[in-house]
C-alpha cells in the first residue's frame, strides 16, 4: 500500500474546502444536519481515486449509500460540517483503511491550520511527520476532557450534559471542538485527555482509533465493549486514569 499517494490525495481533496461556491451550496439532511457540495465533491473525488489505485478495496463514506465490504476504505469527507458552513475553520478530512479485522491507517487533515495526522498499525502515530508519543496519563484534576453532544441528536442532552457537568467540576476543564475526528486525535496526541459522546458514525472516529492504539490510549462504546466499524455507537477514549473516570461516570447516567 502506497500511504504517501493516500495522504497527497487526501491532502488534494480538502482544497475543495477553500472553493466558496462549494461551500455556499449547503442543504439539510435533517434538523441542524448540513451537507454541503465540499462534503459531496470530496466524496466523489476520493471514491474515484482510491478505486484507481486500489481497486480490490471497497469505499464507505458518509455522503455513500451501499452494501458495507469487509475491507474498506471509511471516509468522512467534512467531519465539522456545521463548522465549515458557520466559518469556524475547524474541520477535518478523515480517512481510515479496515482490512476486515482491524483498522490499518489513518490519515485526518485540518486543511485550515494544515495539521496532518497519521497512524500506521503496529509502527505509531504521527502529527506533522513528527512520532507521537506515549500520551500523558495526567491525573484527573489536570485533564482536558472533549465531549461531543451531537446538534442531531439532542434527545440525549439532559444525558450528555450530565455526564457533562460532573465530567467539569472534576477535571481542569471541558472543550467542545465538534469535529469528533480531530477531538480523538488530540487526545491521541495529548492536548486533551479523554472525549465521550452519545453516538457518533464509523466515518468519525475510524481513522482515530488507531492513533490512539498507537499512544497507549483506550477507547470502547459506553458499555465497554471493543469499537466496531459498521454502524453508530457511542464513544469514549482516553488515557487510562481519564478513560477509567469517564466510563464511571457515564454509567452514572446513561440510560440503557
Avoid at 65 to 94: H, M, Q
Avoid at 158 to 173: H, Q, T
Amino acid at each position: 500500500m502506497n500511504y504517501e499517494l493516500i495522504i497527497s490525495l487526501v491532502k488534494e481533496a480538502s482544497a475543495f474546502v477553500f472553493d466558496k461556491s462549494l461551500k455556499e451550496s449547503v442543504d439539510m439532511k435533517g434538523s441542524a444536519d448540513f451537507v454541503t457540495a465540499v462534503d459531496l465533491r470530496i466524496s466523489d473525488f476520493l471514491k474515484q481515486r482510491l478505486a484507481e489505485v486500489t481497486p480490490e478495496i471497497s469505499f464507505m463514506s458518509e455522503e455513500e449509500k451501499g452494501e458495507i465490504a469487509e475491507k474498506r476504505w471509511i471516509l468522512d469527507p467534512i467531519d465539522g460540517t456545521t463548522n465549515l458552513v458557520y466559518d469556524y475553520n475547524f474541520s477535518s478530512v478523515s480517512l481510515a483503511y479496515f482490512n476486515g479485522e482491524n483498522i490499518e491507517f489513518g490519515v485526518i487533515y485540518n486543511p485550515y491550520n494544515k495539521d496532518l495526522f497519521t497512524a500506521y498499525r503496529g509502527k505509531g502515530a504521527y502529527l506533522n511527520g513528527e512520532r507521537l508519543k506515549t500520551a500523558p496519563d495526567r491525573e484527573l484534576g489536570d485533564c482536558l476532557i472533549e465531549f461531543g453532544a451531537g446538534s442531531t441528536k439532542k434527545q440525549y442532552a439532559d444525558e450528555s450534559f450530565a455526564i457533562g457537568k460532573e465530567v467539569f467540576c472534576s477535571c481542569l476543564d471541558i472543550r467542545r471542538v465538534c469535529s469528533s475526528a480531530l477531538a480523538i486525535a488530540y487526545v491521541a496526541a495529548g492536548k486533551i485527555n479523554g472525549y465521550f459522546e452519545h453516538s457518533i458514525k464509523p466515518w468519525d472516529y475510524a481513522a482515530a482509533t488507531l492513533m490512539l492504539e498507537e499512544t497507549g490510549c483506550v477507547s470502547s462504546d459506553w458499555d465497554g465493549k471493543k469499537i466496531q466499524y459498521e454502524t453508530a455507537s457511542s464513544y469514549v477514549c482516553g488515557t487510562k486514569k481519564a478513560y477509567e473516570f469517564l466510563l464511571k461516570t457515564i454509567n452514572k447516567h446513561y440510560v440503557k
